[in-house]
């Protein structure tokens, strides 16, 4: 900073020139210090312009996650980009709002920046003139700042520092009546900081309200996606038939006919998905395979399939739950999962990336609760040229020790599953034995062996013979091995197999060549270990589907016969439990159940607008009628004359408008409307009884889910607050009929005020002298003050019928002591209490007698001698007058807008519902569900089975 020195009279006029040089320079200085200080100030117009790109950031980032296309659909967006238009509208206005304030700003930093350039060069020439004038033979050595900065030494002279430091906002100022620019600065340095801080706290709810807008429309989009999934498959797939059929339009009866295989599958996929509640048995034949953890059965089964169609790692569990395969012939290489639309063309790598993530998917979709595998079964249908017609079950590996990422007791679980597979009788085990480690290191041997110890229905497979060859030091272990010498176990058939090289992941056909050429060339099979029938996929392929078939050929017929007495005894339990009720699975009555509900929403349009406009007037009174007596009548009526009853009931009138009844009038429409759709689905008029109970869960559930869901328009309230306040704002009453109405409308109310006046003060005094003597009943003392305290203050108000509302001080003191001459002593709160209770009541009898009197006050009611008691029936004809015009437009808004839109909400969560297997389980349940679908089932898998054994009839011979 620059010392300020007084300067001394005997200054030379021959130093003038230095001393006005010295101004000039150091003013040049000055202006731009002080241009550098308003430009760091003006760093906030910088945050505006980052609050403004801030915007348009999160507005970019909404559009883009919003930017999928659905051309083939686009139907089915619409209510989305509405909503998404809505948000993009917002988020414009935001982004207006900030750049007008920016560029408000601006103008004010740059005016600002104007005047104090301008004063400060003003100041500097006035300091200079009157330095020279009054400071003359003034010394120049003292003229210099003695503690000035040493760069300025001797060029900023002394005078000029007060105005600086006033300027700057550090030191004196140059007079007391100078406008300090400093200050002015520095206020709109603030006004501007607490701008920017109002503009980020408006950009962080506006960025709150944006991923909340965004959240929402991505569970809506998801939630299309589901649906636009199922249609795509649905449409990809009939595409492809249909490519497929013009193409072979010669085969056409041939592609559409099922194959043998497929039948079959279709068998065991109905059981898969079968509820065992009635103990059905399956034990119709399949090829379980199994195998320790990394034995190689995942690549035993890509080898017999062709293709590389299941998830691959190394050292991890990729298996997690079984997964049902069914081979058979086509002229494409093709696989698709059971019920699903979409199939794959395994000669494409890219489908069969996408077919091993979706089995991944669905994988992981059964692991719940946290487990680490599922039982679960996915089904997986494949075709192509060549492959042997089987049914495989690939099964997750068994393990020796549980890791820290598994669930407990996983070990215990894995063997139960396998178990559970290999204990059918008819299931043929194909067991795989990783050759390139120790045979005693096998678990699954000892598991194979206990529940088929004689080996009848067992395959053995030797994996990774071409490390087994490269590691052992003793070939004869493979020879004994694969002559069943060194295991306990026994096996109808032992195969060594090459199933890759290692880390290597080539395909299938690179393994099939590798395989072939090590055979070829190998030791063990030149040394006699094991004999050419015994090696290669292709061989084990056609074993293990010889045998399937013979498995078949030699059970079906029985388990045919098993299926058809389940049958015949749940058919014998549905005619002694239901007997003369049609028998409906759970999809026959969900559809009987949505036709149902679907008929109950169109019966809202039945109900007609005089109904709708009683029951909304009845309910909209019940809500606000203790606002309008109590509140604004009770209140108002306090006053002494007409002029100020009607201005506190205009001024309470008005505030209650404009901020809860417009709100009120749409809750009670909404909730009417729910009340109406509640009592029509839940009646049991034209309801089937048998039914009625069953669907109530259902019903329920859909009732609460369009509860939630069902908002009423945005734009309704708005327009409902100005009729409202048109009508309460409307004092005239035209014609007589009008009034006696409202004097109808007032008596009616008044009386039903009284009986619940009438009922509060009985409830604080107790039981009358009839209810004692005839229902043995007793007051207590509290009730016992009451009553005396009631019988005194009746006393007041005879002697006082239009006594005020509040009892005075020594009206409350006069009161207690004549009740302590009677011997009671009651607080003042018990007077109180009960004085608000009496005045009420004796009020809204005597405005019920004003009322009666009003009926012939019409025609001359302004100058009537009780002209307060006569703006009563005003008020309640404005009541009733709002009550009318708000019943209309509610009635309106729910006929013409809310009934449909709760109809439509209705019909898509129906449609959702439907393709939700677990919740309508969940919804729809029973004894005679469950019977009912299990005797479905098991006529499916009667009449399947019977069909597949002709055909299996009609091919063997």
Not at 22 to 32: D, E, L
Not at 230 to 258: G, H, I
Not at 434 to 454: L, M, Y
Not at 817 to 834: A, M, R, S, W
């Amino acid at each position: 900073m620059y010392a300020v020195r007084r300067h001394r009279p005997n200054i030379r006029r021959s130093q003038f020139h230095i001393t006005h040089r010295s101004y000039a320079s150091f003013a040049g200085r000055a202006a731009v210090r002080g241009v550098k200080w308003l430009v760091a100030s003006g760093a906030c117009v910088g945050s505006m312009k980052f609050v403004g790109n801030k915007i348009e950031e999160t507005h970019n980032n909404v559009s883009n996650a919003l930017s999928k296309p659905y051309d083939t659909l686009k139907y089915g967006v619409d209510g989305v980009t509405s909503r998404f238009n809505a948000l993009r509208i917002q988020a414009s206005e935001y982004s207006t709002s900030l750049r007008k304030r920016k560029d408000l700003a601006e103008q004010e930093v740059g005016a600002a920046v104007d005047n104090i350039a301008g004063l400060l060069v003003n100041r500097l020439l006035s300091a200079t003139l009157s330095s020279f004038t009054d400071a003359r033979g003034a010394n120049t050595s003292e003229l210099i700042g003695a503690s000035a900065p040493s760069s300025f030494a001797n060029e900023e002279v002394t005078p000029i520092v007060p105005q600086i430091n006033s300027f700057l906002g550090v030191g004196g100022s140059g007079g007391d009546d100078d406008k300090d620019p400093g200050r002015e600065m520095r206020e709109k340095h603030k006004k501007v900081e607490e701008e920017n801080r109002k503009l980020k706290e408006e950009l962080s709810s506006a960025e709150e309200e944006s991923h909340k807008t965004e959240s929402e429309l991505r569970r809506e989009l998801l939630k299309l996606q589901e649906s636009y999934k199922r249609e795509l498959d649905k449409m990809r797939n009939e595409n492809e038939q249909l490519r497929y059929l013009v193409k072979n339009s010669n085969t056409r009866t041939a592609a559409v006919k099922k194959s043998i295989i497929d039948m079959y599958a279709d068998v065991l996929d109905t059981l898969s998905d079968n509820d065992t509640s009635y103990c059905i048995q399956d034990h119709l034949p399949r090829i379980v395979v199994v195998g320790d953890q990394s034995a190689g059965k995942t690549s035993v089964l890509e080898m017999i399939v062709r293709a590389r169609i299941f998830p691959r790692g190394h050292g991890e569990m990729m298996t997690r739950s079984p997964v049902q395969v069914t081979l058979g012939e086509g002229d494409r290489h093709t696989a698709q999962f059971g019920g699903a639309e979409r199939i794959y063309d395994l000669s494409s790598e890219a489908e069969l990336y996408e077919l091993r993530r979706e089995v991944e998917r669905r994988m992981r979709k059964n692991l719940k609760n946290g487990e680490t595998i599922s039982s679960e079964v996915i089904s997986l249908v494949v075709k192509g040229p060549g492959l042997h017609r089987m049914v495989l079950v690939d099964l997750p590996g068994i393990i020796s020790t549980e890791t820290s990422g598994m669930k407990p007791k996983t070990k215990e679980k894995l063997t139960e599953m396998c178990s559970k597979f290999m204990q059918n009788p008819n299931a043929i085990i194909l067991c795989i034995q990783d050759g390139s480690i120790d045979a005693e290191r096998s678990n699954v041997t000892n598991i194979v062996q206990s529940h088929d110890p004689k080996g009848k229905r067992t395959i053995f497979v030797l994996t990774k013979v071409d490390l087994a060859e490269q590691n052992m030091a003793n070939p004869s272990r493979v020879k004994k091995i694969l002559e069943g010498k060194l295991f306990p176990m026994k096996a109808l058939g032992y195969y060594a197999v090459v199933t890759g090289r290692g880390p290597h992941d080539d395909s299938v056909e690179t393994i099939r060549a590798y395989e072939e050429d090590f055979f070829s060339k190998s030791r063990l099979f030149r040394s006699g270990a094991f004999r050419a029938s015994q090696m290669s996929t292709n061989n084990l392929s056609l074993a293990v589907s010889d045998c399937f078939w013979k498995m078949v050929r030699d059970s079906v017929e029985q388990q045919a016969d098993n299926f058809k007495a389940t049958r015949y005894n749940l058919e014998a339990e549905w005619r002694n439990t239901f007997a003369g009720l049609r028998e409906m699975d759970r999809n026959d009555l969900f559809e009987k159940a949505k036709d149902e509900i679907l008929d109950d929403i169109s019966c809202l349009h039945k109900i007609t607008p005089l109904e709708w406009e009683s029951m909304l007037q009845d309910e909209l009174w019940d809500k606000i009628s203790p606002t309008v007596v109590d509140n604004i009548y009770l209140n108002a009526a306090e006053c002494d004359s007409a002029s100020n009853f009607n201005t506190k009931v205009d001024i309470a009138l008005k505030d209650w408008t404009d901020d809860l009844l417009p709100q009120i009038s749409i809750d009670v429409g909404w909730r009417t409307l729910f009340n109406q759709l509640n009592a029509i689905i839940f009646s049991k008029a034209n309801k089937d009884r048998d039914t009625a109970e069953l669907f109530l869960p259902l019903k329920k559930d859909i009732l609460n889910e369009v509860e939630e869901q069902h908002k009423w328009q945005n734009n309704a309230q708005k327009r409902l607050s100005v009729i409202q306040k048109n009508a309460l704002e409307d004092t005239a009453v035209t014609n007589k009929m009008q009034w006696d109405n409202s004097i109808a409308f007032m008596e009616r109310i008044l009386n039903e005020r009284i009986s619940l006046a009438k009922t509060d003060l009985d409830k604080c005094v107790g039981p009358s002298w009839h209810e004692r003597w005839t229902g043995w009943k007793s007051r207590t003392p509290i009730e016992n003050q009451c009553v005396a305290t009631k019988n005194e203050l009746e006393r007041l108000l005879v002697a006082d019928e239009f006594h005020s509302k509040n009892l005075e001080n020594d009206e409350l003191t006069t009161v207690r002591k004549n009740l302590q001459t009677q011997g009671v002593d009651v607080p003042y709160e018990i007077i109180c209490t009960v004085w608000q209770k009496l005045y009420k009541l004796n009020f809204l009898k005597r405005a019920l007698s004003s009322a009666q009197q009003c009926r012939k006050a019409f025609y001359h009611r302004n100058v009537a001698c009780n002209a307060v008691e006569c703006n009563d029936v005003v008020l309640f004809w404005r009541a009733t007058r709002m009550l009318e015009i708000t019943s209309n437009a509610l009635r309106l808004q729910i006929m013409n807008t809310e009934a449909q839109r709760l109809e439509k909400e209705v019909k898509q969560y129906l449609e959702d519902l439907s393709h939700d297997e677990d919740k309508k389980k969940a919804l729809i349940t029973g004894k005679r569900v469950d019977l009912a679908e299990e005797l479905r089932k098991v006529r499916g898998i009667q009449d399947r089975l019977e069909t597949f054994i002709d055909e299996l009839k009609r091919e063997h011979s």
